[in-house]
C-alpha cells in the first residue's frame, strides 16, 4: 500500500522561498507518478506539478515559471521548490502518488489514488 507524507509547509513574506517535502512508501518512485496539489481557502483544488516515473516533469499554470518538482529515488522524496512566494500561492499543498502511465501532460486530480494530510503554507505581504 502507497503511503504519502508532506512536509516542509509554513509561513514566509512576499518573495521567500519554501521547499516542500513528501516521503513516500510502499512503493519506489520510478513506480510511480507523483504530483503536488493545492487549495486555498474558497477556492477549490489546484494542481501544480508532476513528475512520472521516467523523471519526466510537467507543471500546471500555478506552478509554472517559479516552482520546480523534483525527485530522490533513494530517498523515495519528492520535492517542490517554490521561489518568488506570493500572498496568492497560500494554500494547503498536498502530496498526490499513484501508478499512472507515462504520459506528458499533467495528471488530473482524479487519477490519482493516494494523498496527503497536506502541510499548509502561508505567503503574507
Known amino acids: 500500500q502507497v503511503q504519502v507524507m508532506e512536509s516542509g509547509g509554513g509561513s514566509v513574506q512576499a518573495g521567500g522561498s519554501l521547499r516542500l517535502s513528501c516521503t513516500v512508501s510502499?512503493?519506489?518512485?520510478?513506480?510511480?507518478?507523483t504530483g503536488w496539489f493545492r487549495r486555498a481557502a474558497g477556492k477549490e483544488r489546484e494542481g501544480v506539478a508532476s513528475i512520472y516515473g521516467d523523471g519526466y516533469t510537467s507543471y500546471a499554470d500555478s506552478g509554472k515559471g517559479r516552482f520546480t518538482i523534483s525527485k530522490d529515488n533513494a530517498e523515495n522524496t519528492l520535492y517542490l521548490q517554490m521561489n518568488s512566494l506570493k500572498p496568492e500561492d497560500t494554500a494547503m499543498y498536498y502530496c498526490?502518488?499513484?501508478?499512472?502511465?507515462?504520459?506528458?501532460?499533467?495528471?488530473?486530480?482524479?487519477?490519482?489514488?493516494?494523498w496527503g494530510q497536506g502541510t499548509q503554507v502561508t505567503v503574507s505581504s
Open positions: 510502499g512503493l519506489s518512485l520510478d513506480e510511480l507518478t
Open positions: 498526490a502518488a499513484d501508478s499512472i502511465p507515462a504520459g506528458r501532460a499533467c495528471p488530473e486530480a482524479a487519477e490519482f489514488g493516494t
